[in-house]
Nanobody
């Protein structure tokens, strides 16, 4: 069974930075694109960033473009989300996602709270 485990969330002041990590296992990580999503209280889950299987292509939601960077290490089976210039609207649970053969797989999520 595919496993995705996020870490790196926490409480950060506005303007601060965090780096999220997602360690993947039980599938051939280097064959698949990976994504980060987030869900704020009372809102739908939204796509934040996507990275291709080799890391050569990325896509970002307009709300995070220029502030967030997605990357991956296919040796460590890990995808990262570097988040800079955080603001209160970035407060959410962040989820790692893999789409494998038509199925969606999710991690348990990591809470990011931006507050002074």
């Amino acid at each position: 069974q595919v496993q995705l485990m996020e870490s790196g969330g926490g409480l950060v002041q506005p303007g601060g930075s965090l780096r999220l990590s997602c360690v993947a296992s039980r599938f051939t990580f280097s064959n698949y694109g990976m994504s980060w999503y987030r869900q704020a209280p009372g809102k739908e889950r939204e796509l934040v960033a996507v990275i291709g299987s080799t890391g050569g292509s990325t896509h970002y939601a307009d709300s995070v473009k220029g502030r967030f960077t997605i990357s991956r290490d296919n040796v460590k089976n890990t995808v990262y989300l570097q988040m800079n210039s955080l603001n209160s609207e970035d407060t959410a649970v962040y989820y790692c996602n893999a789409k494998i053969k038509g199925s969606n797989y999710w991690g348990q999520g990591t809470q990011v709270t931006v507050s002074s």
